[in-house]
């Protein structure tokens, strides 16, 4: 999806939630596209460690559930839940543009 998407280029791709954080600390993009359901840790608790540790990253919660809770989007510093369904290049472009305006 991110090669389909102008202006973004994946920097890595990881299997679990203790791999996301740790190459979100290693690497510092701009932008994660996180899964909600990943091995080990969830995407939750992976996004709210990775924000924990570089605060200016940008993170989209993904899944597969077509509803997800505003909340828990909030709560984890999430700046805004996906359904895959939907995900493409223009709400990735959208997300983006949303995020790094607030």
Known sequence: MVDASDGFEAVGE????EEAVL???RLRPDLV????NLPGIDGVEATRRSRAACGQIV?????????EE????????A????????????ALELAWRSAVVT
């Not at 596209?33 to 909600?36: K, P, Q, W």
């Not at 993170?59 to 509803?67: E, F, G, K, Q, R």
């Open 14 to 17: 990881v299997e679990s939630g």
């Open 23 to 25: 190459a979100a600390g």
């Open 33 to 36: 596209l996180m899964d909600v």
């Open 59 to 67: 993170v989209l919660l993904l899944s597969t559930a077509d509803a």
């Open 70 to 77: 505003d909340l828990q989007t909030a709560q984890c510093g």
């Open 79 to 90: 700046s805004e839940y996906i359904p895959k369904s939907r995900f493409g290049p223009r």
